[in-house]
């Protein structure tokens, strides 16, 4: 398969699961690749999963947004910020760890953020709505401010919210109205909708949590 081809994608700051199937998705359409990883452990299951299809950076998850060195010289082998080097598409967890990768990202490219869920709704037992609420109002805001910055470069910025994504186990889990748990690959695919064909969509925030975000 070779829908990617061409294109170059950074995945980096983003849950482990989240970011190697996003990975995974890229580079079986024939992307390049950059991957970040919280570790040596990270890395090993990257590279198996991935081969030598990716490029690794390690990155510390609790490393600040602009100590990014490694990363910069990964991005570096792509050429410098501009219309020949750099990536197509970004996919990273926050605004503030997008932030610092924005010049290499090519004009009409895309950015995808992994907005989680907040703690508090977690599950449809434990929720706590006017939290809900202001955490989502917060991340719709930072989502399309970054979008209006980006606009005048055609840039798209959008997000995805994952929740109720399976995770290893610990313990039950009320299941959302869907009746079932979420997977990574459901995350990845619904990430890659947004970069790739919602080619006339940004400042959007995109559930992905078996309708848990909608319950009464």
Do not use: H
Request: glycine share 14%.
């Amino acid at each position: 398969m070779t829908r990617y081809a061409g294109s170059r994608a950074v995945v980096v700051g983003q849950e482990p699961g989240i970011a190697l199937a996003i990975a995974k998705r890229l580079v079986e359409g024939g992307a390049q690749v950059l991957l970040t990883v919280g570790g040596q452990e990270e890395r090993a299951r990257a590279r198996t999963e991935l081969g030598s299809a990716a490029r690794l950076v390690v990155l510390a998850p609790s490393a600040a947004p602009g100590d990014r060195g490694a990363l910069a010289g990964e991005l570096g082998r792509w050429g410098g910020p501009g219309e020949d080097g750099g990536a197509d598409l970004l996919f990273a967890g926050a605004v503030d760890t997008a932030r610092p990768l924005l010049p290499w990202v090519r004009d009409g490219g895309a950015v995808v953020l992994t907005s989680p869920v907040p703690p508090d709704t977690a599950t449809p037992d434990t929720a706590a709505p006017d939290t809900a609420v202001s955490d989502t109002a917060a991340s719709d805001t930072a989502v399309g401010a970054l979008a209006s910055e980006l606009a005048g470069r055609g840039i798209r910025v959008n997000a995805v919210a994952p929740g109720c994504i399976e995770a290893p186990p610990a313990g039950a889990v009320p299941l959302p109205p869907l009746g079932r748990l979420g997977s990574a690959e459901e995350v990845a695919r619904a990430a890659l909708f947004l970069a790739t064909d919602a080619t006339f969509t940004t400042g959007a925030r995109l559930p992905v949590d078996g309708g848990l975000g909608r319950r009464p």
